[in-house]
């Protein structure tokens, strides 16, 4: 199966101005050890502490949670990962909205990929697995999400049976901002997304190594002269320990759940 870094190869963005970059202060997952004095080196900060949270907004800024970001090709990266209740009400408002365009087609949504753990590195585009019987989605439904924002860009190259959709609000590749995959209820693909994130989160260890490879990665890539080329590097950077990661974790699933979901 492929591996979920390739998920966010596509992710869309353009540009970020770092004065519109707010700080916001929730409590992260695990507390980060990488180097701080080269990150605070080569990253944007920001100082402003009365920022209000923007998932009570309508996420047209980035809300980040210790003030550091690293610019790759015009993507926000955010060193201590974006704000997790700001990317959880993106994800209900995205589930709410594919609901009603889906009716009866619609059977679950999974938060999927870096953007699904709290406090790991990454860009701040939320990924999302829709669930659907029958698939694909209708183009009737497909009239009803393209109205709403969501655009369908036709089958994704991760997996069979994969048709995703850009769309949310604000800046591309801001917070905000939706990549959704669909799939075939009982997809294998859902099994090995949920699998990736649960195991990350449950285990310090595979955390760490992850999330140290995303920030090297992207510090390195930061200085790269190309800079149209600095995202798609960093994430060439992080897919050998991405895809050994996956592969625990899979069998992690696999022994803890069996075949379920």
């Known amino acids: 199966m492929p591996s979920p870094c390739a998920l966010f190869v596509l992710t869309a ?58 610019m790759l090709s015009g993507y926000p990266f955010y060193i201590n990962g974006a704000n997790p209740d700001a990317l959880q009400a993106i994800f209900e408002k995205t589930q709410s909205i594919f609901r009603d365009a889906c009716g009866t087609q619609f059977v679950s949504a999974h938060r999927m990929g870096s953007s699904a753990i709290d406090g790991i590195a990454g860009t701040p585009v939320c990924d999302i697995l829709v669930e659907l019987s029958p698939w694909p989605i209708s183009v009737e439904n497909k009239a009803k999400l393209a109205e709403a924002g969501y655009e369908c860009q036709g089958s994704a190259a991760h997996v069979d049976n994969d048709e995703w959709f850009f769309g949310g609000y604000g800046k591309p590749g801001h917070l905000g901002r939706v990549v959704l995959h669909s799939v075939p209820e009982g ?17 310090p260890d595979a955390f760490e190594r992850y999330n140290t490879v995303k920030i090297e990665g992207a510090m390195v890539m930061s200085k790269s002269d190309k800079e149209d080329g600095r995202l798609l590097g960093y994430k060439k950077k992080k897919s050998k320990v991405c895809d ?12 803890t759940n069996g075949n379920d979901q």
């Open 187 to 203: 997809s294998e693909f859902v099994r090995e997304m949920k699998a990736f994130v649960e195991y990350v989160k449950a285990h």
């Open 13 to 70: 963005a353009r540009t970020i101005s770092s004065s519109s970059v707010q700080a916001l202060l929730p409590p992260t997952r695990f507390k980060l050890s990488h180097h701080p004095t080269t990150i605070m080196t080569i990253a944007t900060s920001t100082t402003s502490s009365s920022a209000m949270p923007k998932h009570q907004q309508d996420h047209n800024d980035d809300t980040i949670n210790n003030e550091e970001v690293i």
């Open 244 to 255: 050994e990661i996956k592969q625990e974790a899979i069998k992690w699933w696999s022994e």
